[in-house]
């Protein structure tokens, strides 16, 4: 019987091995059939290599993508209790470290400029404490990028010119992080 593999798009280079066969390499974006007579014991190995991909968004600003994950940048924050009773009540979350960081890397080969880390799940993998994947990329602060409405004002037009200095800044799955930021400006040079 017929044996159909998913490859997803962004898979580029996987390869599919049945038992010690050789790899074959499988297009991605497409359905690879498999069909034999199995038999019992058949080890199937996909691989789906995940590099990092920049997706250029609003003002010239990136998202940055791996595997089928979007990364945003952690924000620390503290939570304000608005109004109500606990534990119905409104909530707001304020940062309590600067978020306003431009992006060193090249967006042709972002590889070269992210280092991935992975690690098991922690108890709660949506968290940004139990995040099993993070990145860690250089930045510089943007002084002049603010807060709009008690939000971040929109990115500033990429590349932003900026004297501050290079700091390593973590990036996590969107899905983990409670106050994120994901379009990130690209810093100029």
């Not at 049945?18 to 996909?46: C, M, P």
């Not at 089928?68 to 009773?85: D, Q």
């Not at 603010?146 to 290079?166: F, Q, R, T």
Request: charged share 25%.
């Amino acid at each position: 019987f017929p044996l159909l593999l998913r490859i997803p798009g962004w898979a580029e280079g996987a390869t599919v091995q049945i038992d010690s066969e050789s790899r074959l390499s499988v297009k991605a974006g497409a359905f690879h059939r498999l069909k034999r007579k199995w038999k019992t014991g058949t080890q199937i190995v996909l691989h789906l290599p995940m590099q990092p991909r920049v997706q250029r968004r609003f003002n010239n600003a990136v998202c940055i993508e791996r595997g089928p994950l979007v990364f945003s940048m952690n924000v620390p924050g503290e939570w304000r209790k608005l109004r109500g009773t606990v534990p119905y009540a409104d909530w707001e979350l304020h940062p309590t470290q600067p978020w306003n960081y431009a992006l060193c890397l090249d967006p042709e080969h972002p590889e070269k400029s992210m280092t991935f880390v992975i690690k098991p799940p922690g108890e709660q993998p949506f968290s940004p404490e139990g995040a099993p994947v993070r990145a860690t990329v250089k930045a510089r602060r943007i002084p002049d990028w603010g807060l709009e409405k008690n939000a971040a004002a929109p990115p500033p037009a990429s590349p932003v010119s900026s004297s501050e200095p290079m700091k390593d800044v973590e990036l996590i799955p969107f899905g983990a992080a409670k106050l994120r930021l994901t379009e990130i400006p690209l810093a100029a040079g």
